[in-house]
């Protein structure tokens, strides 16, 4: 028998290097903005998989990172489940036995050169948050989070709206490049009930940040809000062995920002594509106005089963976004559209041995986007867009049996398909990125109370592409476009290290975690770089500095 | 609705008091009787103090070593009852108290409120203010833990009808309650009872009333510049912070006798003081950051309470666009001392219901102190020299010694001082031709100077407001005619005047820009030589209770009058001597509850404001004709002669603002899981407010001829005497005068419907519909006035009958409340369903409009109508009427949502997360001729309460 789960062990183990959880996969939900890096903190994933404002039907396009550490001192063990693998509320009263709250107080800074053209040249920022779940009453439970955080930006790019890089095309910059300050708030929750038998579960939450710039000469005024809700609705059958759910979410919200320019200085690029946009000049009354509504749709299904121990969770959805962008206040029908659909399908797998004292886990993921923008004035797509994501990556904990040792590791890979063809400039992009990746990290008992970990991850990216010539295109093209389809098309390298301090002090741990991260360009890129192409250049370093404070109960039951 | 329709209802009432069960008083009432619980761990808490709130006669006790209390003599109803004790969050219930009999129902306080079974979110609303009948919005501090508010501005949007706002100082917030505004056009000078010293609901801060009668910080109707100021108009509610407030009632329908200077209801303020546990409360969102702190302990074995409260906000007004901040720094200091009774009680709570027994004297002493600054920088490269601030200081210490004396009489002494330092400065850039000017600060001739081109105008206001106020009360329970009865007679006097340096600038380059040669420049004024205001009031005031007996579904019922007179006198000058204007205010509320769930109820009542002393002193007019304007390329030859004129326009027979006021309503409350219905309909009408009276009048202009007009001399020319020829400019001195009537009617609703307890989900719903009619009473002269003064060839200019501006608006509010108790969790969300708003003129546009002409003899000739269409006055309908807005003019329907969260958390602290308008609604465009709404944008924050330690005394303790 030892003999079996070793074998199964180590498959497991092997497939986890080569697979990927949806929880490694999705980061914690608002980690879809160009300032995602310093803003959101590496808590683990599948904590927030039960979010209402995780991303519909969008696959932002990040700056490459290293691997995330499994953060041994912090971070609670995967769980396997509805609700942490296919993050079903309705999931809540079989998955959460125990309480857990804690908060963290963090700063970051990232600054470098190796940017892309709408990325800030640098970026700080202070985030508070707190987390928390717990049983409720007899067959309840409730989970929930709240963030908040103040960034600032120094020369924050020319573009207008918060996410410059996700799936749709149609964004809008301008031709200033001032400093910002964006405070973002999110809270957001869920409960779950058993009633007659079947889990119910409803989540809802909202995100807003508040976007302006700071000693404007050319003000920039921007907002957005995203709401969530979520309902969903699960049943366990042979005695829990089998689970099976469903669940239907909504994403809305809008994204409304204001420039007041200087009347003939300032001007307006709303980027359709490849083709260079009309250029509009901003006066300082009414200046320029653009707005997004958001309509977002996702329908989930989840089998699950628990078998030999491992417990395997397989969810499929199907998603749809829908933006209608507005060029003024008073204008109604919208100008623009974009309208995504997708699948997103996955699977994951835990298996606990507590006799060797590891934890494993794995999984696979495979999202899809088929996305179309569209242009009030032209009949027909001006942009098509198709992304599709395979993931892979696993993770394995293993504890001395005397708790003094734990070692963490995670390996993972994506392979990214991303094309873009473009009807109106008549250009076509394709762009093919392997993402793999490695972390270990290290935990240690030095005293009875106080624990140290280190850890250091890799990341890197291989790509294949083929995209337009930009002697073929227009200025617009050259500024905004090209640099940034230049350093997805660059090989590249991540690593970053960590350090965590925990000292369990009156009930309660407490921690302090520090963190550095860099990505850069191979020396080929680099190269070309130097000989004047669009090609990546120089590093980007992500500090932060966090701390805070976890009280976690046992299970009640 | 008519205006019979109020005394219908209290025809009614009276009626079916006549001939209800004759039931001797001292035999109604029930007895409420249970179990303090500690809401955590269930426990009994001895020692806390349970009453019932409102209650005439009170009804109080205190729990016992078990937990039990024990409530006599109970009046029929929905009562409130309260529950405190120090180092746990009050408790508050509702519940329908029987005729006669025992009522069972335990109570539970907790250390972190969120987890009481039942939180309060919004304004209570069937509750009494205190010692008052008529219809009030009770909104206590478990309410106000739960609306995000900076000021006491913010939580009256707890009030039916109020729109939401935002949490933060963004401009000057004043109210006027049940009036809405009659204009949009903000430079309109009648738009918005809240903004018209002539209208009030005054704001009375623990017991003493605010004033902003002597607040001069205004350029009067003449002035060009905007200020940020509160002048003109109510309170700026800004200065107090919401976080000081322990309890706000604000009473919408007809006040007792004893709250004068007022006509749209009053506010009463308690704010924290007693014993409590010290709490810090940080806010944060994009705009707004916001700290207090606060905390009391009882001193000397319990006989003193001190306690202290600190709060500092800012509101950045505009960030990402420029850097305006308001800045608010407000603390307060109290201090309680009781003598000839037990100890303070471990209750704690409001200083006003610290113990079950009251003691033989208690003395109240109160120190607040506040700053509010609101900056305006420069922005160099978009707006050069525009620059405003203004900055109020302000300080109050009051006393009140309230001495039981024999029998149960009661002695209430007040007395406070209160003063401010407010300064206000505005400068811009301004950019005119060369204009004749003069500095002179007497009437006659001289020769004056030239102005023109680019150059920064500015302006300062320095005032110091003061108030003195004194007032003395007794109360007196009585049982009389089968009525028990709470007797209170009292005087008050107040004095308020300003010793301010005034307003001064620079006479060379004043603060105007369209100086026509016949307004004239404003001067400097001192306030210090502004005459005091000196008022006095006496009103006696019986509050009637009569129980009914027997039982069954219309059985044990009551009977509640308040009957009260009040006489206010305005003296003239500063002292108390000769009286000016009085005004005799009889006032009545009538309740009938033929069943403790159902209560009919009516009122009316003559109230009155004070004028202000902006309006009892204007500012003199100064006019400067033009006699030369001999304007040369070389400055040296350059001649200019004007004769200033000064006219006085203080009117000695300016009076008070008299209000008429009628409500009736109905009010259900089933005892079914707090479930209630509440509906008011009310009209009022305020006579003889204060407005501007314009009145006509002629300078006579001399022309001169020049004795060398020759260019190149490097002198200017001489005038030749006598004037060559004189003709007349016509003027208008606009003087106050008691010429406005405002008409306000509407329909205010409340329901609260059962939670729905497996969701743990309730639904409350408060809404009202107001039309407002704001009347001149005199005449319009309209925008052709200004040409005709000038230009002498133009014999005769029109005018009319002034308009009539209405306003109605409907709000409906909706609040989902989900709380979690096992969580220590509420969810509210609020979403306000504008209706129908919409502003209309009421006034003739037509060519035969006009009621009239004036010479230039400043003489009024009116014009028949039959008479207007006749060919000798044709040129009197040369000029359309314009400004005003026949059609109704408003904004399409629309809804917007608030939300906010609130979260226990360890060390029993409490984070809230708040959104203003969470899914940043824009608000519809324009349709056909409405106008577009516009929300606010849409505003999030947390907010996070941790206490600090445990109060000094019997925290906590068994």
């Not at chain 2, 609303?125 to 009030?136: D, K, S, Y």
């Amino acid at each position: 028998m030892t003999r079996v789960a070793t074998t199964v062990a180590a498959v497991a183990l092997l497939a986890s290097l080569a697979a990927a959880s949806r929880a490694a996969a999705q980061n914690e939900p608002g980690a879809t903005t160009a300032t995602d890096r310093v803003a959101n903190e590496t808590q683990a994933a599948w904590m927030f998989a039960w979010s209402p404002l995780r991303p519909i039907a969008d696959q932002p396009r990040h700056l490459l990172r290293a691997a995330p550490l499994l953060d041994l001192l912090i971070a609670p063990a995967p769980r396997a489940g509805l609700l942490w693998n296919a993050g079903l509320a309705a999931g809540l009263p079989d998955d959460v036995a125990d309480s857990r709250t804690e908060f963290r107080a963090s700063g970051a800074a990232d600054e470098g050169e190796y940017r892309r053209p709408l990325d800030p040249d640098g970026v700080a920022a202070q985030r508070l948050s707190g987390l928390g779940w717990r049983p409720l009453g007899s067959g309840g439970a409730a989970i929930g989070s709240a963030r908040v955080s103040s960034e600032t930006l120094d020369r924050a790019s020319n573009a207008d709206v918060l996410e410059p890089y996700g799936s749709s095309p149609l964004v809008a910059t301008d031709t200033t490049n001032p400093a910002m300050r964006r405070t973002r708030a999110a809270i957001e929750g869920a409960l779950g009930w058993r009633v007659l038998g079947f889990g119910v579960g409803l989540g809802a939450g909202v995100e807003a940040v508040d976007n302006d710039t700071r000693a404007p000469r050319v003000p920039r005024l921007g907002r957005a809000t995203s709401p969530g809700a979520s309902a969903s609705a699960s049943r366990t059958l042979f005695g829990g062995r089998v689970r099976l759910g469903a669940e239907a979410r909504w994403l809305g919200g809008n994204e409304t920002v204001t420039v007041i320019g200087q009347t003939g200085l300032t001007i307006a690029n709303q980027l359709e594509g490849y083709a260079d946009p009309d250029p509009r000049l901003v006066g300082n009354s009414p200046g320029y106005f653009r707005r997004a509504d958001r309509d977002a749709r996702a329908y989930t299904g989840v089998v699950g089963f628990t078998a030999l121990g491992v417990a395997v969770d397989g969810w499929a959805s199907r998603e749809r976004t829908r933006l209608d962008y507005f060029g003024a206040r008073q204008e109604n029908p919208p100008t623009d559209h974009w309208a995504a659909d997708g699948w997103d399908a996955g699977a994951a797998a835990r298996w606990a041995l507590p006799a060797h004292r590891l934890l494993v886990v794995a999984g696979v993921r495979r999202a899809s986007l088929d996305g179309t923008a569209m242009r009030s004035d032209l009949t027909g797509f001006i942009v098509r867009a198709r992304d599709h994501t395979l993931e892979l990556s696993g993770q394995a904990r293993w504890w001395s049996s005397d708790s003094t040792w734990g070692v963490g590791l995670v390996a993972q890979t994506a392979q990214e398909d991303r094309a873009r063809r473009d009807y109106v400039a008549e250009a076509y992009s394709s762009i093919t990125s392997w993402l793999p990746g490695a972390s270990l990290e290290v935990a240690r008992r030095i005293l009875p109370a106080t624990s140290v970990s280190v850890g250091a991850g890799l990341g890197r990216q291989y790509t294949s592409s083929q995209v337009p010539n930009p002697a073929n295109m227009g200025p617009v093209y050259g500024a905004l476009v090209a640099p940034e389809l230049a350093l997805y098309a660059a090989n590249a390298s991540a690593r970053s290290v960590g350090v965590t301090l925990r000292q369990e002090a009156r009930g309660a741990s407490w921690f302090v975690r520090g963190a550095w991260e860099s990505a850069s360009p191979d020396a080929a890129a680099a190269g070309a770089a130097a000989a004047g192409a669009y090609a990546p250049r120089g590093t980007r370093s992500l500090w932060s500095l966090g701390g805070g404070v976890i009280m976690a109960v046992g299970p009640r039951r | 609705m008519t205006e019979r329709l109020p005394l219908a209802a209290l025809s009614v009432a009276l009626g079916a008091a006549l001939v209800a069960s004759p039931a001797r008083a001292q035999q109604g009432g029930a007895t409420v009787t249970g179990i303090v619980r500690d809401a955590a761990t269930h426990a009994p808490v001895p020692g806390a103090l349970v009453l019932v709130e409102g209650a005439t006669p009170a009804a109080r006790a205190a729990s016992d070593s078990a937990g039990v209390y024990r409530l006599t003599r109970v009046p029929p109803g929905p009562q409130t009852i309260r529950v405190q004790r120090i180092g746990y969050a009050p408790g508050r219930v509702t519940v329908v108290v029987p005729g006669a009999g025992v009522l069972a129902r335990d109570l539970e306080v907790a250390v972190a409120p969120l987890r009481m079974q039942r939180v309060t979110v919004t304004a209570d609303p069937v509750g009494r203010a205190r010692g008052e009948l008529g219809t009030a919005s009770v909104i206590d501090r478990d309410a106000i833990v739960n609306q995000t508010a900076s000021s006491v501005a913010g939580l009256l949007e707890l009030v039916p009808g109020t729109p939401l706002a935002p949490p933060g100082l963004d401009g000057v917030q004043q109210t006027s309650l049940r009036s809405v505004p009659t204009s949009q056009d903000f430079t309109d000078p009648n738009p918005s009872a809240s903004r018209l010293a002539a209208f009030g609901t005054p704001i009375i801060l623990d017991g003493v009333p605010i004033s902003n009668n002597a607040n001069l910080q205004s350029l009067g109707p003449r002035g060009e510049f905007l200020l940020n100021t509160s002048a003109g108009g109510g309170v700026d509610l800004r200065r107090l912070p919401a976080s000081t407030v322990e309890r706000l009632e604000v009473v919408r329908g007809i006040p007792s006798a004893r709250y004068g200077d007022l006509t749209q209801g009053v506010i009463v303020v308690d704010t924290r003081a007693g014993a409590v546990r010290p709490l810090a409360t940080a806010r944060f969102d994009a705009r707004t950051g916001e700290a207090n702190a606060l905390g009391g302990w009882t001193l000397f074995g319990g006989r003193q309470v001190l306690s202290g409260n600190v709060d500092v906000a800012r509101t950045r007004l505009a960030p990402g666009l420029r850097e305006d901040a308001v800045t608010r720094v407000a603390f307060q200091v109290a201090h309680r001392a009781t003598l000839g009774a037990a100890a303070h009680s471990a209750a704690g709570g409001s200083v006003d219901d610290t113990a079950a027994t009251p003691p033989r004297l208690v003395l109240d002493t109160r120190l607040d102190a506040y700053s509010l600054r609101q900056d305006s920088p420069e922005r160099p490269t978009v707006d050069p020299g525009r620059v405003s601030w203004t900055r109020d200081y302000g300080g109050r210490l009051s006393e009140r010694a309230r001495l039981r004396l024999f029998g149960r009489t009661q002695l209430t002494v007040n007395g406070a001082l209160d003063r401010a330092t407010q300064d206000a400065f505005s400068q811009v850039q301004a950019v005119r031709g060369a204009l004749p000017f003069t500095d002179l600060l007497t009437e006659g001739r001289a020769i004056g100077h030239y102005i023109g081109g680019p150059y920064l105008a500015a302006v300062r206001l320095q005032g110091a407001p003061w108030l003195a106020y004194g007032r003395a009360e007794s109360e007196t329970p009585l049982a009389r005619f089968g009525f028990d009865q709470t007797l209170r007679a009292g005087a008050e006097l107040r004095r308020e005047w300003n010793d301010g340096p005034g307003y001064q600038f620079d006479v060379e380059f004043p603060p105007q820009t369209t100086f026509n040669g016949v307004q004239g420049f404003d001067r400097p004024r001192r306030y210090d030589a502004v005459p005091p205001l000196a008022a006095s009031a006496f009103y006696v005031d019986d509050r009637l209770v009569r129980p009914f007996g027997g039982t069954g579904l219309f059985g044990g019922g009551s009977l509640e009058m308040q009957a009260g007179l009040r006489a206010d006198l305005l003296h003239r000058g500063g002292s108390f001597g000769g009286v000016r204007d009085a005004v005799l205010q009889p006032r009545l509320n009538v309740q009938l509850a033929p069943a403790p769930w159902v209560r009919l109820r009516g009122g009316w009542g003559r109230t009155a404001k004070l004028p202000s002393l902006a309006d009892l002193y204007p500012a003199p007019q100064y006019f400067d004709v033009v006699n030369v304007n001999w304007y040369t390329p070389n400055p040296a030859e350059r001649l200019a002669v004007l004769t200033t004129s000064r006219r006085d326009p203080t009117n000695p027979d300016l009076g008070f603002s008299v209000a008429t006021k009628q409500e009736a309503g109905i009010e259900l409350t089933p005892g079914w899981r707090d479930a209630v219905l509440a509906v008011t309909v009310y009209r009022d009408r305020t006579a003889g407010a204060i407005g501007i009276h314009p009145v006509p009048g002629f300078l006579p202009r001399e022309h001169y001829q020049l004795s060398d007009s020759t260019l190149g001399t490097g002198v200017p020319p001489t005038i030749i005497e006598p004037a060559s020829s004189v003709d007349t400019v016509p003027y208008l001195l606009q003087q106050p005068a008691n010429n406005l009537a405002l008409r306000n009617h509407g329909l205010e609703a409340t329901l609260v419907l059962p939670e729905l307890s497996r969701v743990r989900t309730r639904l409350e719903v408060q809404g009202a519909m107001t039309w407002s009619r704001l009347e001149q009473h005199d005449l319009d002269f309209g925008r052709s006035f200004t040409a005709f003064q000038v230009d002498e060839r133009i014999p005769r200019a029109p005018y009319w009958d002034a308009v009539t501006r209405t306003g109605q608006r409907g709000i409906i509010t909706y609040r989902v409340i989900h709380h979690q108790p096992e969580l220590g969790l509420v969810v509210t969300a609020t979403i306000q369903q504008n209706l129908r708003e919409t502003h209309h003129d009421a006034g003739s546009t037509d060519s035969l409009a006009y009621a009239g002409y004036i010479t230039r003899a400043g003489v009024l000739v009116p014009v028949p109508a039959e008479q207007r269409a006749n060919p000798e006055y044709a040129d009197l309908r040369r000029e359309p009427r314009a400004g005003i807005f026949l059609q109704d003019v408003g904004p399409p329907n629309d809804w917007m949502m608030s939300l906010q969260v609130s979260k226990t958390i360890p060390l029993d602290g409490r984070l809230s997360f708040y959104a203003f308008n969470v899914l940043d609604r824009l608000g519809k465009f324009p349709t056909g001729l409405n106008q577009g709404r516009q929300y606010l944008p849409m505003r999030v924050g947390l907010e996070l309460s941790m206490p600090l330690g445990r109060a000094a005394g019997k925290e906590g303790g068994a």
